[in-house]
């Protein structure tokens, strides 16, 4: 009758010692569009995947500037992440009034990680279904955070959380010895090429896309559309057109990818399958 | 930055050994004027911002820039409850190679200068720094001016102390100095007998 007895409540422990709701909403931010960030001594760049979940609608935000000096991509339910981007703001706004200076980026991820460890342990709420690349500029220099529903974060060179973020990891993983004395130009390049990577053949233009910049001498911005299609062009990174044939299964296979996205309700059942918690222990 | 060892109880100049000068932190250097036990209110909060800095125990740290817009924020806070710190405080401070050097009053008046100086020091003090600072000034330059100004604040300011610290603040950290004693003459025969040509006064 029952499936699972241990994963009705985040606060219960299976006997193998894992909490079900903490990955089930980790599974959340694997369903949800890709985003990606890398960074090199100056400057961190920030890229998303932008899905519309119609033909009829346009796609949502996946990319928020939290100060002039911090920036974060999402995935996973954008809803969540919105609240979260907020809560940043509101903490960097709070310090510069104090302080009357940027807070510093790795503080900001541990209070972030520590709002989201709570929801592990409160049998009244859920965790967040986000996952967060959190990138900024301090007085130690730049950095790229992954923050994590389950409370944990982690400081990377280079990061891809979200649908397919596996190719674009692959992809970093293959450049990243370079990224630390990269140009700003080399990194936004390795951004869109890193962000085509998760496309898995479908054509990278600037209506799909999002790409932001931190770095120093230049506060953290979103470029615009046409700045992004222009880069693509110049690089001539577009990729190829794959015939219809071809493309049809793709669009398939993201609608799971998209309706988490949305943060309607994330059929979990039907989009689960390798890689996701066991329903049965 | 000089200050005497003159301790305040409310308006009274109660103690005659008081430290008036303290490190915060790594890289700030406080003094301050006023209310004794208000300024250990202040020390009392600055402990635990530096504590709970050091506790992130991440690289970072607040530097003179930080504390002394913190202890804005904390005398403008409590004259608007109505309930002032009563004192005038100077924040200096080197972090990084940037120079630093403000102050903050009772009722948060805050403004960055290359001297600044609390209560009477404000009138007696100032003018003396103002034609005799000078960027380039040396550190036995600079304690010869400040000995300079607070021989004059003795000799006309009533609630002044004969015993004086002097701090100095580098990117090293904090050294303040033993209290010591200016030598003082009173024999002026202006001081002797101060209103005669004084006409009007008794």
Not at chain 1, 51 to 79: C, M, P, R, W, Y
Not at chain 1, 187 to 207: F, V, W
Not at chain 2, 12 to 23: A, E, F, I, N
Request: net charge negative; glycine share 10%; aromatic share 10%.
């Amino acid at each position: 009758m029952f499936r699972n007895q241990y994963d009705t409540d985040v606060t219960t422990w299976s006997p193998a010692g894992r909490l079900f709701q903490v990955e089930y909403a980790m599974e959340a931010v694997k369903q949800g569009s890709a985003a990606i960030g890398l960074r090199s001594k100056t400057h961190v760049v920030l890229g998303c995947v932008n899905k519309a979940n119609s033909e009829l609608s346009s796609h949502q935000k996946k990319i928020f500037k939290v100060d002039d000096h911090i920036g974060v991509a999402i995935a996973g339910l954008t809803a969540d992440g919105r609240v979260l981007s907020r809560y940043m703001r509101s903490e960097c706004i709070n310090y510069g009034f104090t302080y009357e200076s940027p807070l510093p980026v790795g503080r900001l991820v541990v209070q972030l990680a520590d709002k989201a460890q709570v929801c592990t342990q409160r049998s009244w709420k859920r965790p967040y279904g986000v996952g967060l690349l959190v990138g900024g500029l301090d007085e130690s220099g730049a950095h790229l955070y992954y923050n994590c529903p389950s409370g944990n974060y982690f400081e990377y060179q280079a990061f891809a959380i979200g649908s397919r973020s596996q190719a674009a990891k692959t992809y970093m993983e293959r450049r990243f010895q370079n990224f630390m004395d990269s140009s700003r130009e080399d990194l936004i390049k390795d951004a869109l090429m890193a962000i085509r990577e998760t496309l898995q053949g479908e054509t990278l233009k600037s209506s799909i896309c999002t790409v932001a910049v931190v770095g120093v001498g230049e506060p953290f911005h979103i470029l615009d559309q046409e700045t992004v299609q222009k880069l693509i062009d110049t690089f001539e990174i577009a990729g190829k057109e794959e015939g219809p044939a071809a493309a049809a299964p793709d669009t398939a296979a993201e609608e799971g990818g998209a309706a988490a996205d949305q943060g309607a309700t994330a059929d979990q059942g039907a989009t689960a399958d390798e890689g996701v918690a066991p329903m049965d222990i | 930055m000089a200050a005497d060892m003159g301790g305040s109880y409310g308006s009274t100049l109660r103690y005659k050994t008081v430290d008036r000068l303290k490190p915060v932190g790594k890289h700030s250097l406080l003094g301050a004027s006023g209310e004794i036990s208000d300024f250990q209110e202040i020390l009392r909060y600055l402990d635990e911002l530096i504590l709970y800095d050091n506790m992130w125990d991440d690289g970072n740290s607040l530097g003179p820039k930080e504390v002394h817009n913190y202890l804005t924020r904390v005398m403008y806070n409590r004259r608007n409850k109505f309930d002032p710190l009563w004192n005038s405080l100077v924040l200096g401070g080197v972090k990084k190679g940037q120079k630093y050097l403000g102050m903050v009053s009772m009722i948060g008046v805050n403004f960055e200068d290359n001297h600044v100086a609390t209560g009477f020091g404000n009138h007696l003090a100032r003018p003396i720094l103002r034609d005799e600072w000078h960027e380039n000034l040396s550190f036995e330059d600079g304690v010869k001016l400040l000995e300079k100004c607070m021989r004059v604040l003795l000799y006309r300011d009533r609630s002044a102390v004969n015993k004086l610290q002097i701090a100095k603040i580098t990117e090293e950290g904090v050294t303040i100095s033993q209290p010591y004693s200016l030598k003082t003459f009173w024999g002026f025969s202006a001081f002797e007998n101060p209103t005669v040509g004084a006409e009007g006064s008794w």
